[in-house]
């Protein structure tokens, strides 16, 4: 067994699996997701999508849908405050204007299922009728579909104005180089020197690899209900992993200040980093607004797949070459990432850990960020980084096998350790790579014969960027009877609640099942970053010991008054 600590702390409730504080509501139907919440009055809403993957949009004609009955308002962009501002795409990044642009097209429909209108009707049937009335005016353009034709001079461009950020740090601020096309972002990462590095290698590998685009299939569609009120509140149900990110995207878009802004999170049915943005939140706002009633939008899983961010489809060549004993002297990763229809993939996700967990002296990564005719991109699960890693470790077993080495001591003899530099700049702390390998090494399966010509054994590192320093706030409050209500911001997509009550009652001395999660809305706990990043119960859990230890120190204080001692001399175990 590969441990961290040579005497691992003893726990009396983080060892243990108590019951999902949320589990009976789950599982006799209680909970409610975006497409259960309902209010009286609420009407529905239904949103017109681009049946071309490049157009020009040159009118847009409400005026037969707006005069069906039942039909309570129609939008388009022009109604957004934002719209009239410039379109920056500089830093290869997505901002409010984008994500507005992207809610609904302005100008340009840049990909198959782009939302260019929406309806609000008394009815979901109503509102599909009313999109039928819509008549919307193309000029088909040509698209470019594949990220490598994309990047080539004579490639459609969809934004006249969009020019290459460069960067040499996943976080850093780019510089602009001037030069136009579809290319918004190319990052680099440079150790030594690669040309000097493969003179010394005996063994050269490179290989071409490219994946698709792949949806992140979570189970609940996207589902919201909007509300803006007679007073300019907005509140908004959503179905979301980053309540205060929606709640600050809503703003810029709509140009109603936070403090208006109040984002309710319901439960998240499956979201895998997909669920980090939105799409008809503002506009079923602005529907509100215009309708003076509540409106609801739920997309059919159609629309799921046309009009949502998967993750990028990639091209990567990969050249590793090593000395004759295994020992990596060089490595070359060229990569390029979709990002879908406009500027922000996780192509520095996938840059700069590529390597990471191998020691190699001379590095260089070019990663580039390419707008193609699909939906913009989202996260999914590690974003960026399981595409390079495939890239890789398919590279690094093709060099085991001509070395005639056991791909896990070809990994081994090239591990991290702590102290060495990682391609980021930065030492690497204490890492365990070495000692994952080695109890896999010594595990009997890995041991265990193979048996039939269609069985093989698989090896792959994976070196991973965690979120981490986001921002998180917590808050206790103790019952009477010493139970406690713990609240947070972080919307609980993968057993959370749970995972922070279990700190709380570790931290304070009492029973999981004495702990009572909730998962608060933006007007009732302080600011907390989404749920991505595997964050949660690190990020969240500090905020949560913190409160606990605030408590603890109350109950030292009330405790001195009542037994007339000082305080530092009450003990809490």
């Known amino acids: 067994m590969a441990t961290t600590q040579d005497s691992p702390r003893k726990f009396r409730v983080l060892d243990t699996s108590p019951i999902r504080h949320d589990g009976l509501d789950k599982v006799t139907g209680r909970a409610q997701f975006g497409a259960d919440f309902h209010m009286p009055g609420t009407i529905y809403g239904k949103i017109l999508r681009s049946p071309h993957a490049h157009a020009r949009i040159l009118s847009i004609d409400t005026s037969k849908a707006e005069a069906l009955p039942g039909v309570k308002a129609v939008v388009t962009a022009t109604d957004f405050p934002i719209i009239s501002q410039p379109l920056d795409l500089s830093q290869a990044r997505s901002t409010p204007r984008a994500v507005a642009e992207n809610d609904l097209a302005y100008k340009k429909a ?116 909007a509300f803006w009120s007679p007073d300019d509140h907005l509140t908004i149900w959503a179905s979301t992993q980053n309540a205060f990110g929606m709640r600050a995207t809503a703003s810029a878009i709509l140009g109603l200040p936070e403090s208006r802004i109040k984002v309710v999170q319901l439960e998240v049915g499956g979201g895998f980093g997909g669920k980090g943005t939105g799409y008809m939140e503002p506009v079923a706002a602005l529907l509100s607004k215009k309708s003076a009633a ?82 913009k991109t989202q996260s999914y699960r590690a974003p960026g980084q399981p595409q390079s890693a495939h890239a890789v470790e398919t590279v690094m077993d093709e060099i085991a096998e001509k070395l005639g080495m056991d791909p896990m001591e070809l990994r081994l003899k090239n591990a991290v350790h702590e102290g060495d530099m990682s391609p980021t700049g930065l030492p690497h702390t204490r890492f365990g790579c070495q000692d994952v390998m080695d109890a896999m090494k010594a595990h009997p399966h890995y041991n265990a014969p193979l048996d039939g010509i269609y069985q093989g054994r698989g090896v792959a590192v994976g070196y991973r960027m965690h979120g981490g320093g986001n921002g998180s706030s917590a808050t206790i409050n103790v019952n009477g009877n010493g139970t406690i209500n713990l609240i947070t911001g972080s919307a609980d997509l993968s057993g959370t609640r749970v995972a922070l009550a279990m700190q709380a009652a570790e931290a304070l001395g009492i029973n999981a099942e004495d702990v009572n999660p909730s998962v608060a809305d933006t007007d009732s706990i302080g600011f907390t970053s989404g749920s991505f990043g595997s964050r ?34 009450v003990d809490f175990t």
């Open 110 to 225: 840049l990909y198959s299922g782009h939302a260019v209108a929406a309806v609000a009707a008394t009815s979901v049937y109503i509102a599909e009728e009313a999109l039928d009335l819509i008549e919307v005016d193309y000029e088909v353009l040509t698209p470019v579909l594949d990220v490598q034709e994309a990047m080539k001079d004579s490639a459609p461009i969809l934004h006249e104005n969009l020019t290459t950020m460069f960067r040499t740090g996943n976080f850093a601020r780019g510089d602009d180089t001037g030069i136009k096309g579809n290319i918004a972002g190319h990052v680099q990462a440079v150790q030594g020197d690669v040309e000097e590095g493969f003179k010394q290698a005996d063994i050269i590998v490179e290989r071409e690899l490219t994946t698709s685009m792949v949806h992140q299939g979570y189970i609940e569609p996207f589902a919201a209900t």
């Open 294 to 375: 509540p409106v609801k939008i739920v997309m059919t899983r159609k629309e799921v797949f046309e009009g949502t961010g998967p993750t990028s489809g990639t091209f990567i060549r990969c050249k590793i070459g090593v000395d004759n004993d295994g020992y990596i002297k060089a490595a070359h990763i060229y990569m390029a990432y979709e990002a879908g229809a406009y500027p922000g993939s996780p192509v520095g996700g996938g840059a700069f850990p590529a390597l990471g967990a191998y020691k190699i002296d001379n590095i260089l990564v070019d990663g580039y960020d390419v707008v193609v005719n699909k939906p």
């Open 536 to 569: 949660i119960t690190f990020d969240t859990g500090r905020a949560v010991l913190n409160a606990a230890t605030l408590v603890i120190e109350q109950m030292k204080e009330r405790a001195a008054l009542l037994w007339e001692v000082p305080a530092d001399d």
